[in-house]
T-cell receptor, first 110, second 112 residues
Framework: NAGVTQTPKFRILKIGQSMTLQCTQD?????MYWYRQDPGMGLKLIYY???????DKGEVPNGYNVSRSTTEDFPLRLELAAPSQTSVYFC?????????FGSGTQLSVL | DQQVKQNSPSLSVQEGRISILNCDYT??????FLWYKKYPAEGPTFLIS?????DKNEDGRFTVFLNKSAKHLSLHIVPSQPGDSAVYFC???????????FGTGTSLTVIP
């Protein structure tokens, strides 16, 4: 019973590098979300998806891209990493009125 | 524009006493509210929720109260236990939207 799985757990990037944060869920949920958590700032929504092939911007989408080719997977892409993207990233899926979160990816951009 | 606010960054209580965590919101369209608990290096986990048609919801030691006129909700933990020490996030959503809006969190420390 894995729920929402995120990889990697930790990553250090250099400025200008790119990477993809992986997220997969095994609960057959249509809705999936990407949040970032900065100290003292709570959780900010980056992008979300209401189903395969459908994505939409959240509060802080700049510098990120997403795709949703399957119900299970919702990867988050950083194309040109910047220090402002240093954060903890959480993926979540929605079951009913609840969000189920992965364990997070701690990303540092130096 | 923070639509969900938790004005107390931290709270300390003695074991066995009551913990009260507060949350305010600005959007009158919100009709569903949730509390999440987060331990270090883990993702948030669902704790308790309340619909706007209710003013109270109880689950064991946890009770959430909703005051719609004041746009305020609170989470009561009675009795508090050391294992309750965590960051608590308040969240809100509306049935006309797809997004959940989170507060900035309150770090609760329960002192043995």
């Amino acid at each position: 019973n894995a729920g929402v799985t995120q990889t990697p757990k930790f990553r250090i990037l250099k400025i200008g590098q790119s990477m993809t944060l992986q997220c997969t869920q095994d609960m057959n949920h249509n809705y999936m979300y990407w949040y970032r958590q900065d100290p003292g700032m709570g959780l900010k929504l980056i992008y979300y998806s209401v189903g395969a092939g459908i994505t939409d911007k959240g509060e802080v989408p700049n510098g990120y891209n997403v795709s949703r080719s399957t119900t299970e997977d919702f990867p988050l892409r950083l194309e040109l990493a910047a220090p402002s993207q240093t954060s903890v990233y959480f993926c979540a899926s929605r079951g009913g009125e609840k969000l189920f979160f992965g364990s997070g990816t701690q990303l540092s951009v130096l | 524009d923070q639509q969900v606010k938790q004005n107390s960054p931290s709270l300390s209580v003695q074991e066995g006493r009551i913990s009260i965590l507060n949350c305010d919101y600005t959007n009158s369209m919100f009709d569903y509210f949730l509390w999440y608990k987060k331990y270090p290096a883990e993702g948030p986990t669902f704790l308790i929720s309340i619909s706007s048609i209710k003013d109270k919801n109880e689950d064991g030691r946890f009770t959430v109260f909703l005051n719609k006129s004041a746009k305020h909700l609170s989470l009561h933990i009675v009795p508090s236990q050391p294992g309750d020490s965590a960051v608590y996030f308040c969240a809100a959503s509306s049935n006309t939207g797809n997004q959940f809006y989170f507060g900035t969190g309150t770090s609760l420390t329960v002192i043995p």
